[in-house]
């Protein structure tokens, strides 16, 4: 009976050594690719100092107005962008800026940088997004 209780407790015990492997070892998976929730090309969003809403407004009417004219509040080749998901969602800004969707064409970090990103994000989000 003693023999039987140390086998079961042997085999508990390597099934929660291998379940835990298992475990760190997903976890230290996610953690190195870097696929929490989000896809690899997916940046981090951090709006810096320096950023302004009227630094992004300039920019804004320097990259974005042939297509979103009015300070971006005009339909014309890309819709209106008063309270559209790009006022109150940064994240996505930068996906749909870098990646381009539709007839949007793509931004990279030569035409626009981050910190550029992050002003037009506080100009869209102070401006437009219909608060």
């Given at each position: 009976m003693r023999n039987e209780k140390k086998a079961k407790l042997n085999g508990l015990r390597l099934l929660l050594i291998v379940g835990a492997v298992l475990l760190l070892g997903g976890i230290a998976l996610l953690l190195q690719n870097n696929t929490v929730g989000v896809t690899q090309n997916e940046p981090t969003p951090t709006i810096g100092v320096g950023s302004s809403a009227e630094q992004g407004l300039k920019l804004f009417r320097n990259n974005c107005t042939i297509c979103h004219p009015n300070d971006g509040k005009t339909p014309a080749k890309g819709p209106a962008l008063t309270g559209s998901r790009?006022?109150?969602?940064?994240?996505?800004?930068?996906?749909?800026?870098?990646?381009?969707?539709?007839?949007?064409?793509?931004?990279?970090?030569?035409?626009?940088?981050?910190?550029?990103?992050a002003s037009i994000y506080l100009y869209l989000s102070t401006e437009l997004s219909g608060k």
């Open positions: 790009a006022t109150r969602d940064y994240t996505f800004l930068i996906w749909q800026v870098r990646n381009g969707k539709g007839q949007m064409r793509s931004f990279s970090s030569a035409n626009l940088s981050d910190a550029d990103l």
